[in-house]
């Protein structure tokens, strides 16, 4: 069992990592957003003047193509961070639970002794 002291070391730890984690898939949602952005301007200029853009199918089509497995590799991630948080979050939230359990043993166990010793008391 963990002592008290470790055990919110350990919490402090954990939770500023889970922030670092939330910054990080914050910074991830801002960038697929401005991927997502261009990829739908593109997809307007296109659908607007398709005249004009034939010359740059070519060109626009393989940035189109790497838009797409970008958002994808974004969204992957952000994915991934947000089931690293709920798990980081079950964690913090198990540790807690063991330390309510170890105070409310220390509790019981004082209680204990406190009932064993005024018994002993009264015998005598």
Known sequence: ???PARRKKLIRTLSRLRAQREQERDRLRMLLMGV???L???ETLIARDSQTLDRFVGMIGKRRTALREQAQTLGDSVKALSLDLK???RWIDNIRDDQRRAEQTGEDQARDEDLINRLSAREN
Do not use: T, V
């Open 1 to 3: 069992m963990q002592s």
């Open 87 to 89: 798990r980081e979050e």
């Open 40 to 42: 739908d301007e593109m």
């Open 36 to 38: 997502e952005r261009e």
